[in-house]
């Protein structure tokens, strides 16, 4: 069962964080998750999304989640063609958006195996898509990340907790990385973090690149699935609150590419393109 190796993940995953051994895990969960869902049954769900169309696994009297059915690949032959490519670097073969693919489906697939085994059960999910996420930015980047930095004023030292920081070096820009399953109308928690470390430590000192999985939404009794964006207010945010460097999605809202366009501009992309412009980002 996937949760014997989850298990396996949790109790060694902080001890390198961007080791080879975590991603050998999460390939064995991401196998042992499709070998689970191929035994239950796809349920279409009605999209009100353009252009976007979504599926539910089905087990007895269970739902899970909606999957993006464009973006879901139940095929570990694919993560280990990602996993090779991510260890040579030549993640150009792949391209972003089949890199976003496979991403998405190893976390997707993991969520839905939860929601037909257990109930009402969201941490789960989520500390496994942290993990997915954060292993995956620490051995692209070659850092170790801390999730707090050292606040200096003049009566004391103090700690300020934060989500994973990844320090590049002297110099150079560090990235905040908040990583979530969904926001919905919570983003405001994501641009107020980096606030927070703007005000300490001045801008474009850290560079926010929220990951985030998706703004779906199902209604359980009508099978309907919504995103729910707030586009308003991420560019007030933006605005007024604090820049975010990039926006990443693995299924990307598509009210929020619309944001690319307006001003204040925030870049918003498929989670693929952060390998192949990490460089550029942190120049």
């Not at 991510?86 to 391209?95: A, H, P, Q």
């Not at 489906?105 to 969201?122: W, Y």
Request: contains cysteine; aromatic residues 12%.
């Amino acid at each position: 069962m996937p949760l014997t190796t989850y298990v396996s993940l949790q109790s060694t995953f902080g001890q390198d964080i961007g080791g080879t051994q975590n991603r050998k895990l999460i390939g064995e969960i991401y196998s042992r998750s499709l070998k689970y869902l191929s035994k239950s049954r796809h349920e279409p769900l009605r999209s009100l999304i353009p252009k976007k169309t979504y599926f539910a696994f089905r087990r007895g009297n269970k739902l899970s989640r909606a999957v993006n059915k464009s973006l879901f690949v139940a095929d570990v032959s694919e993560w280990k063609k990602f996993d090779a490519a991510l260890t040579n670097r030549s993640l150009s073969k792949l391209g972003p958006e089949r890199v976003t693919k496979i991403i998405y489906s190893v976390a997707i697939s993991f969520c839905c195996f939860i929601d037909l085994t257990k109930d009402r059960d969201q941490k789960t999910p989520g500390t496994f898509f942290e993990y997915l996420i954060s292993h995956l930015f620490a051995f692209w980047l070659g850092v170790k990340p801390t999730t707090r930095i050292q606040v200096l004023n003049l009566d004391m030292e103090t700690w300020l907790p934060t989500d994973y920081i990844f320090n590049l070096g002297h110099n150079r820009p560090k990235f905040h990385l908040p990583i979530k399953l969904s926001t919905r109308e919570r983003i405001i928690q994501v641009f107020a973090h980096q606030r927070v470390i703007d005000g300490v430590f001045g801008t474009e000192r850290f560079l926010g690149t929220p990951v985030i999985l998706a703004e779906t939404k199902t209604a359980a009794k009508k099978r309907e699935v919504t995103e729910i964006c707030v586009p308003d207010q991420c560019r007030i945010y933006q605005l007024r609150m604090a820049q975010l460097k990039r926006l990443y999605y693995l299924d990307v809202p598509a009210t929020y590419v619309k944001l690319n366009d307006v001003f204040p501009p925030i870049v918003v992309k498929s989670f693929g393109h952060f390998f192949f412009e990490a460089v550029t980002l942190s120049a």
